[in-house]
C-alpha cells in the first residue's frame, strides 16, 4: 500500500536550480558524465550550543569552513547557515535559510560566487542566469573563527547585518551514527544532479546522476564528524577512477562541494540540498520503478524541478512502453504549458514546477502512486496531490474515483461534508467559504494508504482561492473495498494481507 501522503513538496527544492548561476565549463566534459536523478534524507542539525562548542578552531585559509547564525537587524533576525571554499583567490558560498509557506517549511539555498578582496575580506554574490543582479553578501573575517558583514538582497535594497561563527555540523552525531539521504542540486554553472549519501560511522558512500542520464557516478570515501568535511571517490559505470569530490556537509540537508577530474585539470563546484527520496522500487513480478527528471518533459527550459516514475523490465514490453505513456502524460499535466511559459516571461515571471512522487507496490505487480506538484508564476500558481493506480498486466493508470460506486460516492460525500463543518468549525456549509457543490468525490484525491483509504480535498480547486489540505476522510481496508465495484485491482489495493 501506499504511504499516507507527504506533505507538499518545498516551493524551491534548490533556489538555484531556478535561477541559473553565470556560465562556467559544462563538467559534462569529464568522461562519466550522464545525467538525472538520485537521492538523499535529511536531518535536522545539531543544537547552536553544542555545535558551537564543539567548532572546528584555528586559521581558516583554505578549503571548506561551515557557519551558523543570524542576519536581519535586532528583532527580525532569522537563523541562517552558510557554508565557503576558499580557493586561491575565489569563494564559493552555500546560503540556506529557514523559510515558511503555505506548503509548510523549506530550506531556501542560495549558491553565490566570488573572491577574496584581501586575506580578511570578500564579497560573494548570487549566480542569477538573467543579466540582473543577484543577492550579495560581504563578509569580513573576525579571527578564526567568525565573520560578519551585511547581505544585500537586491541591488536597490538596503544592506542588512549578518554574523555567522564556525560550527560543526555533525555534532552530536555519534563516531557510529548512520543515515542514509537523498540530494539534489547542480554541479558547475548549469549540471543538474540527484546524489544518494550514506553514511556508516566514518564511512560515506553513495551515487550521483546527471539530469538526463539512467547510469549512476558511484562514490564511495569518508566523512569526518564532527566538522562534516568528507571526501570522495568516483568511479563510471566500468569500475574506472572518473573523479574526486571534497566538501562539507551544512547539517544533513545542505552541502558544498568541489568535483575535480582524475588528473585535477578540471574543477567545479557542486552544490546540493535535501530532497524526497526517489531510490528504485521493486515490484512483484520483477520489474522496478525508478525516477526520471522533469527535464525530460519540460515546457520551461532549465526551470522545472523534480522527478516522475519510469517503468522498467516490465513484461510484455507492449505494456511496459503503454504504462510509461500513461506516467508521462500524468506528470506533464501539472507543467507550466508552453503558453503559460511565455506569458510569464514577458511579465516578468520565472515560472516552474516542483514534482515529486511515493510509489507503494501492491500484490500482482502493481502499484499506487502519489504525485505532489507546486507550481510557482504569480496568479498561474498552484499545489495539489494527484494519486492514481498503476495496472501493470493492462499497462494503465486508474483514478479510484472512477471505480466508486454510485451510492458510495454519495456517503463519501457525506463524509467530506461532515469533515468540512468539522474544520471550518461550521454548522451549515453556506457558512464556508466554498459552495456546497465542491464538497464533493470529484474534488478529491482518492488516494490508497498503508490499511486504507484517504480522501483529501485538493488544495486549491478551480475557481477557488481556499486551501482545504486539512479537509479529509480516512477509511481502513475493511471499509474502502465494498465502496468500489468488483475489480481485481482494487481487491490487490485493500487485501489488509498485504501491500
Not at 535536522?44 to 578552531?57: G, I, L, N, R
Not at 542566469?129 to 538596503?158: F, N
Not at 543515515?179 to 553514511?199: K, N, T, V
Not at 522527478?307 to 506528470?331: I, K, Q, S
Request: proline residues 6%; hydrophobic residues 40%; charged residues 25%.
Amino acid at each position: 500500500m501506499m504511504s499516507r501522503p507527504f506533505p507538499l513538496l518545498g516551493f524551491a527544492l534548490l533556489t538555484a536550480a531556478c535561477h541559473r548561476p553565470s556560465p562556467t565549463p559544462s563538467p559534462d566534459e569529464h568522461p562519466g558524465a550522464a545525467s538525472s536523478s538520485v537521492a538523499m534524507a535529511s536531518a535536522e542539525p545539531a543544537s547552536a550550543a553544542s555545535a558551537v562548542a564543539k567548532a572546528p578552531s584555528g586559521p581558516w585559509t583554505h578549503g571548506f569552513a561551515a557557519f551558523r547564525g543570524t542576519v536581519g537587524a535586532s528583532g527580525a533576525t532569522r537563523e541562517v547557515r552558510l557554508a565557503l571554499e576558499r580557493r586561491a583567490g575565489s569563494v564559493e558560498a552555500l546560503y540556506g535559510v529557514l523559510e515558511h509557506g503555505e506548503a509548510g517549511d523549506s530550506i531556501k539555498a542560495v549558491t553565490l560566487h566570488g573572491e577574496m578582496k584581501d586575506p580578511s575580506r570578500f564579497v560573494v554574490e548570487e549566480q542569477l542566469e538573467s543579466p540582473s543582479k543577484g543577492a550579495l553578501l560581504e563578509g569580513r573575517l573576525i579571527g578564526d573563527d567568525r565573520v560578519e558583514g551585511a547581505w544585500r538582497g537586491k541591488e536597490s535594497d538596503a544592506p542588512v547585518p549578518f554574523a555567522v561563527t564556525r560550527f560543526a555540523p555533525l555534532a552530536g552525531a555519534g563516531a557510529d551514527e548512520r543515515f542514509d539521504g537523498s540530494f539534489e542540486g547542480r554541479l558547475g554553472a548549469a549540471s543538474r544532479i540527484r546524489a544518494e549519501l550514506h553514511r556508516s560511522a566514518g564511512e560515506l558512500r553513495g551515487s550521483y546522476r546527471y539530469a538526463h542520464s539512467q547510469h549512476d557516478m558511484i562514490l564511495d570515501g569518508t566523512v569526518a564528524a564532527p566538522d562534516g568535511s568528507f571526501a570522495l571517490r568516483e568511479t563510471g559505470d566500468k569500475g574506472a577512477v572518473t573523479g574526486r569530490i571534497e566538501g562539507i556537509f551544512l547539517g544533513h540537508d545542505l552541502v558544498l562541494g568541489r568535483w575535480s577530474s582524475r588528473t585535477a585539470t578540471h574543477t567545479f563546484p557542486i552544490y546540493l540540498k535535501s530532497a524526497g527520496r526517489y531510490a528504485a522500487v521493486a515490484l512483484e513480478g520483477g520489474a522496478r520503478v525508478i525516477a526520471d527528471d522533469i527535464l525530460a518533459l519540460s515546457h520551461c527550459s532549465g526551470q522545472d524541478n523534480g522527478v516522475f516514475p519510469r517503468v522498467v523490465d516490465l513484461a510484455p514490453p507492449a505494456a511496459e512502453a503503454t504504462l510509461n505513456g500513461a506516467l508521462r502524460d500524468a506528470a506533464r499535466e501539472h507543467l507550466v504549458t508552453i503558453k503559460d511559459c511565455e506569458a510569464a516571461r514577458d511579465e516578468g515571471i520565472a515560472p516552474w514546477t516542483d514534482l515529486g512522487y511515493a510509489v507503494t507496490p501492491t500484490r500482482k505487480g502493481g502499484f499506487a502512486l502519489q504525485l505532489d506538484w507546486f507550481v510557482n508564476g504569480g496568479a498561474r500558481g498552484n499545489h495539489g496531490r494527484t494519486c492514481l493506480v498503476a495496472d501493470t498486466a493492462q499497462g494503465r493508470l486508474v483514478d479510484l474515483r472512477g471505480l466508486l460506486t454510485t451510492e458510495s460516492r454519495k456517503k463519501l460525500g457525506a463524509l467530506l461534508a461532515a469533515a468540512t463543518l468539522k474544520f471550518y468549525e461550521a454548522s451549515e456549509l453556506a457558512r464556508v467559504p466554498l459552495a456546497a457543490a465542491d464538497v464533493d468525490v470529484s474534488r478529491a484525491a482518492a488516494c490508497a494508504i498503508p490499511g486504507g483509504l484517504l480522501l483529501q480535498l485538493e488544495p486549491r480547486p478551480p475557481g477557488a482561492g481556499h486551501n482545504w489540505d486539512h479537509v479529509e476522510v480516512e477509511l481502513p481496508a475493511r471499509e474502502a473495498l465494498p465502496l468500489f465495484e468488483k475489480n481485481d485491482l482494487v481487491d490487490a489495493l485493500f487485501d489488509e494481507r498485504g501491500g
